[in-house]
């Protein structure tokens, strides 16, 4: 009997292995695309979250309570995302991953879009900020499951030798949406005061439909992964010969609880590099708004270099090495950057920001995709992962700005805001001593890896 190579079925001829080829780019670029319109929906709220919401939506209270309400409206997508993932994970580890991502790129670009449509508070008055609830609860139920649908694809696809570098191109669509967004918010930015409270704004959001667009198109031809076939095939012979083989969810395993530690070490120190620090800039130190605007850019950038080094380390290195490494250094970063952010000088502000979005949103982020997906086994995996990873989300990136906003407001310092951003790089830190090393896993197991 000839074994074939996990991620890529035993083809019997030419065409099968063509066939097979052009599947795994078709459902490259479509989670890509997908990852893309998700990161830049989100940093398009935390750039006009820090930016300009506070003036939309909250002009009648001071700045910095603007800031924070802008940021409890941020909070609200990432309380929506857990809910989402265990939802439409379940659906994913039944109905298969192309199904889900085909709901949830419609849901996540609809929200968006009209967020772009919501009248100000001077028209509407309170029912704005409603408004903006809601369309950001809906958001965040369709990205729950978006990320994680994405990276198990491109892991399921992918062969065990360069699994880590193919998984990251789920960063690199995280990066590509930041960079999009980031790139939109400088030109929509060097508008009037006037007309970037009455229509340019909107301009970012209302754009994400194309993106929407694509990607949808993309996906409804893409193949199921050769993972999820095979335990279709292995379901459908136990249920001939009657046997159960589809255990319930249960309670969450150590591996579930691996992933949240793991993402709160790199979520919350990234919402803060790339979500709290542009607002800091922009609103406490009350610089030019293009200044953090251009960082984010730059780092956006930067990324296409970051993020498939972090994937091609993991897979020479291994997992646990670097992800490690990635979460020492922000441990270190925590206190020099916001006195460098102090100084007020352009370029040193952008400095600093780009080298935090460079650990944190890029490299660090790298790493996670394919260690998240080893880290399961195939019965649960789109399940486990997208809560895991949601969870994690919520208990740090979620959150991070709104905690980090009420404790400048409190302490009208960042010492504590430091502090609270090496806690989170601390979690992630010590998680990588309990977590195992998972490389090359075959991911047709049914057990985790613990």
Excluded at 153 to 177: F, W
Excluded at 320 to 342: E, H, I, N, Q, S
Aim: some cysteine; proline content about 4%; glycine content about 10%.
């Amino acid at each position: 009997m000839i074994k074939h190579k996990q991620g890529y079925p035993h083809s019997s001829s030419a065409l099968d292995r063509t066939d097979h080829k052009r599947n795994f780019w078709q459902a490259t670029f479509s989670c890509w695309l997908g990852t893309a319109m998700e990161y830049a929906d989100f940093a398009l709220y935390g750039l006009a979250a820090g930016i300009i919401f506070g003036d939309v939506f909250f002009p009648e209270v001071t700045p910095a309570l603007a800031l924070l309400s802008s940021f409890a409206v941020w909070s609200v997508g990432f309380i929506a995302r857990p809910i989402g993932a265990l939802f439409f994970g379940w659906l994913g580890d039944r109905r298969g991953r192309k199904y889900v991502m085909v709901i949830t790129i419609i849901i996540m670009g609809l929200s968006t879009t009209l967020i772009g449509m919501i009248p100000d508070y001077h028209t509407i008055g309170i029912w704005a900020p409603i408004c903006l609830v809601v369309l950001r609860f809906t958001q965040g139920f369709g990205a729950g499951a978006e990320l994680s649908g994405g990276t198990v694809m491109l892991g399921e696809y992918a062969s065990p030798k360069h699994r880590g570098l193919v998984s990251s191109v789920i960063a690199l669509g995280s990066n590509s949406g930041t960079l999009l967004a980031s790139l939109v918010w400088l030109l929509v930015v060097q508008l009037d005061h006037q007309n970037l409270l009455s229509w340019g704004w909107r301009l970012p959001f209302l754009s994400s439909v194309l993106i929407a667009f694509a990607a949808l198109w993309i996906r409804r031809s893409i193949r199921e992964t050769p993972v999820f076939e095979q335990r279709m095939k292995q379901l459908r012979v136990a249920s001939t010969r009657g046997e159960t083989s589809e255990g319930s969810l249960g309670r969450p395993g150590k591996a579930f609880w691996i992933m949240v530690g793991l993402r709160i070490g790199e979520n919350g120190p990234s919402y803060l590099a790339q979500g709290f620090m542009v607002g800091y800039v922009a609103k406490v130190l009350m610089m030019d708004k293009s200044v953090p605007t251009t960082a984010v850019l730059i780092a956006s950038i930067l990324g296409f270099l970051i993020i498939p080094l972090a994937g091609w380390l993991s897979d020479r290195y291994g997992r646990r090495k670097v992800y490690r490494l990635f979460c020492l250094l922000l441990m270190v970063y925590a206190w020099p950057a916001f006195t460098l952010l102090d100084s007020h000088e352009p370029w040193i502000v952008i400095a600093t920001i780009v080298t935090g979005m460079g650990l944190a949103s890029l490299g660090i982020f790298g790493v996670q995709a394919a260690w998240g997906v080893e880290l399961f086994g195939v019965r649960h995996r789109y399940t486990n992962m997208a809560v895991a990873k949601e969870l994690g989300a919520i208990l740090s990136g979620g959150t991070a700005p709104l905690i980090a906003a009420a404790l400048l407001s409190y302490y009208g310092n960042w010492w504590a805001i430091a502090l609270y951003f090496t806690v989170m790089a601390s979690i992630g830190f010590l998680t990588t001593f309990l977590a195992p090393e998972t490389r090359g896993r075959d991911l047709n197991s049914v057990d985790d890896a613990i």
